[in-house]
């Protein structure tokens, strides 16, 4: 069974920081361009990252480049979402996922999604 399984969320001040990791289980997602989305009540899910197969690659949401870094460790099936600078917008239930194949684009389709980890940003 294909798990992806985010952890690292929780209760940030504005202008912190906070790490999101995501592990994949099941098969490995050594070919698939990974990538994490966010979602806030009653709004669509929205992107945040991506990042290629080989991990030398990234794609970033406006709203978050120069403040989010995705990184991945494919030997041990991981994905990172370093986020700095946080504020109120940044909060939501981010959420991991293998999109198909090699498309790292804003808008490829996701194959697995992980049930979402949620990060909080309130003084």
């Known amino acids: 069974q294909v798990q992806l399984v985010e952890s690292g969320g929780g209760l940030v001040q504005p202008g912190g920081s906070l790490t999101l990791s995501c592990t994949a289980s099941g098969r490995a997602f050594n070919n698939n361009a990974m990538a994490w989305h966010r979602q806030a009540p009653g709004k669509e899910r929205e992107f945040v990252a991506a990042?290629?197969?080989?991990?030398?690659?990234?794609n970033y949401a406006d709203s978050v480049k120069g403040r989010f870094t995705i990184t991945r460790h494919n030997a041990n099936n991981t994905v990172n979402l370093q986020m700095n600078t946080l504020n109120h917008e940044d909060a939501d239930i981010y959420y991991c996922?293998?999109?198909?194949?090699?498309?790292?684009?804003?808008?490829?389709?996701?194959?697995?999604w992980g049930k979402g980890t949620l990060v909080t940003v309130s003084s």
């Open positions: 990042i290629n197969w080989r991990g030398i690659r990234a």
């Open positions: 996922a293998a999109h198909y194949g090699g498309d790292w684009s804003r808008v490829a389709r996701v194959e697995h």
